[in-house]
């Protein structure tokens, strides 16, 4: 078996069967080959490696570079994708081989995390990776939202077809980037891909600045007007979108939106009937996963007061005792001995992520932590949603 990276170049004729055959609609057409090939521009800057026997691709991987904000601090990440294998080729460890190789790659290149879809968690769990959640979906007629209608806001909101409105909704992402803990960005290389896109972006700018982007379609008169996550950067974005949704009234039946976890739709009007869901299900609609692939890169998060040794046994990338401490609100990490806790690297990347308190990792069986280091952990590294918006 012979393991190695190969270019964007390669891909159609390597990991396109491998996809085409895991993702889409199959058999597929020349002209479905033809549609990859032509997309292979956006995967100049993406890592991709195969295994493969007498000349035949029989798995592949790939990691897309991003960046991701995790607790305050923006750290290059490395997007796992592309994952599958030939169908006679799965469960002879392949993939595991391969993910591994991915891992330790794009960690040794500078990605201190890493994020993935999953298409079943307990799998990508294997690898020390743990859920965070997914977005939430909101569905409301706009007449919910009619009392905006007479609101006199400072700002205003322009709609404009993708190429034009791609720049503002794109530093919108950037700014997000470095406020919003769990945030995560494309590099330019990959993002160009969504200047194409088919979709309206309403701009919600006050003072000049931009405020709030919203990438949406209209399905049909009297249909669902179709939006993605609802992007602002306080009450005033939001506010902006949401008349602008208002508008809609008579025009479209309801406004589906994306929404992180943390927002409240029912408390956007006093007559406001909306239906807010968050489905999960495998192997298409899973919340997304993430982890820790370098503890040391990790200095300097913004943390709350204390300090511990934890050990992490038995993972090839975080794997170690280390002395964990914040110095005036900031992480040090630095190799400790005596640990009072043992975390998994799930365990670890959950506390984190700020999506699992050390009660909840010791009931799922991601560590061990007695009584007396709840506390320090529980202070040092408080529950704290993060979102996610980039799909991949
Ligand atoms: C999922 C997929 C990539 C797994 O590939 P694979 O080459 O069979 O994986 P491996 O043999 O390396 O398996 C690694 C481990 O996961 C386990 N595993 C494999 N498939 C699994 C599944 N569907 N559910 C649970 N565990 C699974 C293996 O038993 C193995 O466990 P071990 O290391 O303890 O022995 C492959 O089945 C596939 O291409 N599926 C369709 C596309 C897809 O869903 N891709 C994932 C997108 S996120």
Redesign the pocket.
């Known amino acids: 078996m012979n393991f190695r990276q190969i270019t964007a170049a390669e891909r159609p004729a390597t990991m396109f069967p491998?996809q085409a055959y895991?993702?889409m609609p199959s058999p597929w057409s020349a002209e479905d080959e033809e549609a990859y090939r032509r997309r292979m521009r956006y995967f100049e800057t993406t890592t991709t490696l195969i295994a493969e026997e007498d000349g035949q691709t029989l798995?592949g991987v790939a990691a897309l570079p991003m960046r991701q904000n995790v607790r305050g601090l923006v750290h290059d990440m490395a997007g796992v994708a592309s994952?599958?294998?030939h169908p006679m080729?799965?469960?002879?460890?392949?993939?595991?081989?391969l993910l591994q190789r991915l891992l330790r790659q794009t960690r040794d290149e500078g990605c201190a995390v890493s994020a993935?879809?999953?298409?079943?968690p307990?799998?990508y769990a294997?690898f020390g990776f743990v859920g965070i959640p997914r977005h939430r979906t909101a569905a409301f007629a706009p007449e919910g939202l009619a009392h905006l209608l007479r609101a006199d806001l400072p700002g205003e909101v322009e709609r404009l077809p993708t190429s034009e409105g791609f720049a503002a909704w794109e530093g919108l992402q950037q700014q997000l980037l470095t406020r919003r803990h769990g945030f995560a960005v494309f590099d330019d290389v990959r993002s160009a891909e969504f200047r194409e896109d088919k979709f309206w972006v309403a701009v919600a700018r006050a003072g000049g600045e931009v405020v709030g982007a919203v990438r949406y379609r209209v399905d049909r008169h009297g249909g669902d007007l179709i939006a993605s996550d609802l992007l602002c950067t306080g009450s005033l974005g939001r506010a902006l979108l949401l008349q602008f949704f208002a508008r809609h009234v008579d025009q479209v039946a309801q406004v589906v939106v994306r929404l992180s976890t943390d927002e409240v739709p029912e408390l956007w009007g006093t007559d406001m009937q909306v239906s807010t869901r968050g489905r999960v299900a495998n192997?298409t609609k899973n919340a997304p996963m993430v982890r820790v692939l370098d503890v040391e890169a990790l200095a300097g998060t913004p943390v709350g007061p204390g300090a511990i040794t934890i050990e992490i046994p038995d993972d090839e990338l975080i794997g170690g005792v280390w002395r964990l401490e914040s110095a005036g609100g900031a992480l040090t990490v630095a190799k400790g001995d005596a640990p009072s806790v043992t975390l998994s690297a799930a365990g670890f990347s959950g506390l984190v992520y700020g999506v699992l308190d050390p009660v909840e990792v010791l009931a799922r069986g991601l560590g061990e932590i007695p009584p007396a280091a709840v506390p320090t952990l529980s202070t040092m590294f408080p529950r704290e949603m993060p979102y996610l918006v980039a799909d991949f």
């Open positions: 491998l895991a993702f798995a994952v599958s294998s080729a799965r469960r002879r460890g392949l993939v595991r081989e993935l879809y999953p298409f079943r307990s799998f294997r192997p």
